[in-house]
């Protein structure tokens, strides 16, 4: 079955704690993607990536990191968490960068 | 402006009504367009993708007129199911991809 994995689903923690969510797919998609999804607004693009070690900044990229080392995996870190940051995270994958997207189940993250 | 501009609503509607959603774009080299559907903060599912001849799915249909940067999506007979907040995103020639903030349905009996 064709699958966005994204996790955890639910995470609270402390300001300053590095944090990892992982974001894993297995339809060999080449383009990835991560979002954040505040109250009243759109989903707004973080980072991209169109292929393995090509990744790009997005619409909001400061205080989040990426890596696409390999092509099914591609995990946002946060390297010093604020409650700014406190958001529900979407991953998505497609199969080239302007085609369809497939999302992730979504991370809700609590930055206390 | 935002690049991407959704009708604020939200749309409230008894069923059986045809409704109409509108977004706009500032990117003339926007490349792909689409409607995804979210319901109540889970994830977004593709609804249909827009192109310029116009496409229909069932009671849903899509237009895009790129002269006017300009997307529709037209509900007719509309039931309790579509509820949900609809989204239309555009896609550019970089790889990156912009959602409008969406415009929330409510279809009551």
């Known amino acids: 079955e064709a699958q966005v994995t994204q996790n955890p689903r639910y995470l609270i923690t402390v300001t300053g704690k590095k944090l990892t969510v992982t974001c894993s797919q297995n339809m060999n998609h080449e383009y990835m993607s991560w979002y954040r999804q505040d109250p009243g607004l759109g989903l707004r693009q973080i980072y991209y990536s169109m292929n393995v070690e090509v990744t790009d900044k997005g619409d909001v990229p400061e205080g989040y990191k990426v890596s696409r080392k390999e092509k099914r995996n591609f995990p946002l870190i946060l390297e010093s968490p604020s409650p700014n940051q406190t958001s529900l995270y979407f991953c998505?994958?497609?199969?080239?960068?302007?085609?369809?997207?497939?999302f992730g189940s979504g991370t809700q993250l609590s930055v206390l | 402006r935002k690049e991407v501009e959704q009708d604020p609503g939200p749309f409230n509607v008894p069923e059986g009504a045809t409704v109409a959603f509108n977004c706009t774009y500032s990117n003339s080299a926007s490349q792909s367009f689409f409607w995804y559907r979210q319901d109540c903060r889970k994830e977004p599912k593709l609804l249909m993708s827009?192109?310029?001849s116009g496409n229909e799915d069932g009671r849903f249909t899509a237009q895009l007129n790129r002269a006017s940067q300009y997307i529709s999506l037209l509900i007719r007979d509309s039931k309790l199911s579509d509820s949900a907040t609809y989204l239309c995103?555009?896609?550019?020639?970089?790889?990156?991809?912009?959602f409008g903030d969406g415009t929330t349905l409510t279809v009551k009996p």
């Open positions: 998505a994958t497609a199969d080239r960068f302007n085609e369809k997207l497939f």
């Open positions: 995103v555009v896609t550019g020639n970089a790889g990156k991809s912009t």
């Open positions: 827009v192109y310029s």
